[in-house]
């Protein structure tokens, strides 16, 4: 294989091309352009061209009783349409499934306007030709005057619709983020339908998985103005200053939240987690609208 390998490890999987569904142990690679699934004896060559869908969790019915944590590719053939899927344990799915979609749609040329709206209000911005690149977590878009990315944890709402975009009729996906503690909109539009449909996928899935992280943690009143302050820019050094609170109770509070998986601590600062950014990108979207 003389392109890069992106990925490469052991696992079980199941192709709905062999005769028995029952998962065989093999090698699982991932490069630019193909993803190879190799048993004793055999291989499975599968042209990242050629993968049209990619879920998490689910499996067909027929192999619920098989596996666990599993990502499913879906891809077309000169025969028709397959199923590969594949198990991953712990946190090896939710690796495996950003360096697919990453091999797949990094480089995807994009039509962009951002912002399309800050808050409700609606700008005089342009649409302007980029290309995405996934990162976890995050959609970035770059070759454009101004590059940006957009963190599927501040994301409020997303929607296709169809518009008129240089005298043609697009499906348009429109995102509501944060951004630089604002809320505005961006819209974009990725000509290939493939490209689109998988790109829909993977916010979805990457939303899901964090909103879902977010939704399992509680957070009291102060906690979640300490959660505001470190979004705000807010460090360890000027914690208390900005909580209103002895240095004390402080350091408590900041206990508390890194327990809950809310703060990475560093060096430099705080940062907050994507559960804490959703949790905190909701509350300023309640009090804004």
Known sequence: MSETVIADFVARF???????????????VLSQKRLVLA??????????????DISVGHVPSDLEGF????????????DGRHTAVIEAKNDNVGKFKVFLFKAI???TPVTVKHPARVGGRVTDQGFET????????????????????????????FQ???????????????????DNGQTVTSEFVVAADR???????YLRLEYAEISQQAERIDVTEQEMEALVAIY?????????????IDAGSASMVLTEIEKKGLVNPANDGLSLTPPAKMIVSDRIEKVNT
């Open 105 to 107: 749609l990094s480089g």
């Open 39 to 52: 048993e004793s004896g055999s291989k499975t060559t599968i042209p990242l061209r050629s993968i049209f």
């Open 160 to 178: 296709k619709q169809d518009r008129d975009v240089g005298g043609t009729t697009r499906t348009v996906v429109a995102i509501r983020h944060a």
């Open 130 to 157: 980029g290309k995405l690149r996934i990162q976890s977590g995050s959609v970035e878009f770059l070759g454009i005057p101004d590059p940006f990315a957009v963190d599927l944890s501040g994301v409020s709402y």
């Open 67 to 78: 596996f666990q944590d599993t990502v499913t590719v879906a891809y077309e053939a000169d």
């Open 232 to 244: 705000s820019g807010a460090n360890s050094g000027n914690f208390a200053g900005a909580l209103g």
């Open 195 to 201: 490209k689109l449909n998988l790109l829909g996928r």
């Open 14 to 28: 199941s192709l709905d091309t062999r005769e028995s569904l029952e998962p065989v142990r093999g090698r699982i």
